[in-house]
């Protein structure tokens, strides 16, 4: 939620206007990799404290969360701005699918909390990876007016 301060759905609405949708892509991955870089550097001040608390495990599985959600919400909400909503609603079907195949058995094996961790973490990435085929924005350079507007929404 902190790394997406919002811009994710201004994004897909600027998208779905249909002008200039790959300079409102390119400068909402820009502002969500600004937002995910402050993250994990407080995240990183702070690692003593998941330290002290024995979930040392636990800051590598929020870390990579953090990059593979970046990715993933990237993909999915400009899926969707670009008006397949029937294919974004399947995988998201499919990623609460995959999360609960992967957790039940590595719960079962004994990861406890990483086994939640990386189960959502896999889930992610399979619907990430089935969606990223009906992904057809690329990346182009963007003028400011792309972020003030997506800022202002």
Same mark, same amino acid.
């Given at each position: ?65 953090? +990059?593979?959600?970046?990715? #993933? ?5 400009? $899926? /969707? &701005?670009?008006?397949?909503?029937? *294919? ?20 079962? +094996?004994?990861?406890?909390? #990483? ?5 959502? $973490? /896999? &889930?992610?990435?399979?619907?990430? *990876? ?24």
């Amino acid at each position: 939620m902190i790394t997406d301060g919002g811009f994710g759905g201004a994004a897909v609405k600027r998208i779905s206007e249909g002008k200039e949708p790959d300079a409102y892509f390119s400068a909402s991955i820009i502002l969500r990799l600004a937002f995910t870089i402050l993250v994990v550097l407080l995240l990183l001040w702070f690692k003593n404290y998941f330290v002290e608390l024995n979930y040392s495990n636990m800051f590598v599985w929020l870390l990579l969360s953090l +990059l593979v959600s970046m990715i #993933a919400v990237a993909i999915s909400s400009r $899926v /969707a &701005g670009m008006g397949k909503i029937g *294919i974004h609603s399947t995988c998201v079907g499919i990623k609460n699918i995959s999360c609960v195949l992967f957790q039940i058995p590595a719960i079962y +094996l004994g990861y406890e909390t #990483a086994g939640m961790a990386g189960g959502m $973490v /896999a &889930g992610v990435l399979v619907a990430t *990876i089935i969606e990223f085929r009906f992904f057809d924005l690329r990346f182009v350079r963007f003028k400011w007016v792309h972020i003030k507007s997506l800022s202002a929404f």
